[in-house]
T-cell receptor
Framework: AQTVTQSQPEMSVQEAETVTLSCTYD???????LFWYKQPPSRQMILVIR??????QNATENRFSVNFQKAAKSFSLKISDSQLGDTAMYFC????????????FGQGTRLTINP | GAVVSQHPSRVICKSGTSVKIECRSL??????MFWYRQFPKQSLMLMAT?????????EQGVEKDKFLINHASLTLSTLTVTSAHPEDSSFYIC???????????FGSGTRLTVV
């Protein structure tokens, strides 16, 4: 079975700092997508960034970027110039391109940005 | 972007009664809907996958008779918690599979409290 592991239950940084959230996954497949989702206190799930496994180039979205290491099965999220609004739970997730398209989530990392 | 409207956002019911949660895709047709349960400070746990016009597929350990899922149209999927008990109190979220670049679309969630 596929698993996604986030080894940092909680993290806390000061506003404007850079923070990196870790994620590792386990699969024998080669075609899949990886996601980072943010869940603020409102509990609405918000897509932060997405990476196709067949793309070597790391995805970026403004202040958010990933370090995708396919051989190591690692998918970390870097948040630059962190803002108070970045405070949330962050979930790493995995899905096969083919098949039932079920998202597999990691345990989550609670990120707090302090003023 | 694609929107999934989930109602109600909060519901309190008495033990032994049934509660229905609706998820509607507002501007696209969702042939598949995923239903998740989330306990406080935990990750999303997939309960079942509903497919329009066919029976839902339940994850191992999920009681089919307690959590009735119906996907009668391309825009509506419902989850009914039958004979609810306090242990069914939780946060329930629906999600539709990828809508292009935006990835999975999530409902805003339903907080169920059984008293």
């Amino acid at each position: 079975a596929q698993t996604v592991t986030q080894s940092q239950p909680e993290m806390s940084v000061q506003e404007a700092e850079t923070v990196t959230l870790s994620c590792t996954y386990d699969t024998s497949e080669s075609n899949y997508y990886l996601f980072w989702y943010k869940q603020p206190p409102s509990r609405q799930m918000i897509l932060v960034i997405r990476q196709e496994a067949y793309k070597q180039q790391n995805a970026t979205e403004n202040r958010f970027s990933v370090n995708f290491q396919k051989a190591a099965k690692s998918f970390s999220l870097k948040i630059s110039d962190s803002q108070l609004g970045d405070t949330a739970m962050y979930f790493c997730a995995f899905v096969f391109i083919q098949g039932a398209q079920k998202l597999v989530f990691g345990q989550g990392t609670r990120l707090t940005i302090n003023p | 972007g694609a929107v999934v409207s989930q109602h109600p956002s909060r519901v309190i019911c008495k033990s032994g009664t049934s509660v229905k949660i609706e998820c509607r895709s507002l501007d696209f047709q969702a042939t598949t809907m995923f239903w998740y349960r989330q306990f406080p400070k935990q990750s999303l746990m997939l309960m079942a996958t509903s497919n329009e016009g066919s029976k839902a597929t339940y994850e191992q350990g999920v009681e089919k008779d307690k959590f009735l899922i119906n996907h009668a149209s391309l825009t509506l999927s419902t989850l009914t918690v039958t004979s609810a008990h306090p242990e069914d109190s939780s946060f329930y979220i629906c999600s539709a599979p990828p809508g292009g670049k935006d990835g999975y679309t999530f409902g805003s969630g339903t907080r169920l409290t059984v008293v």
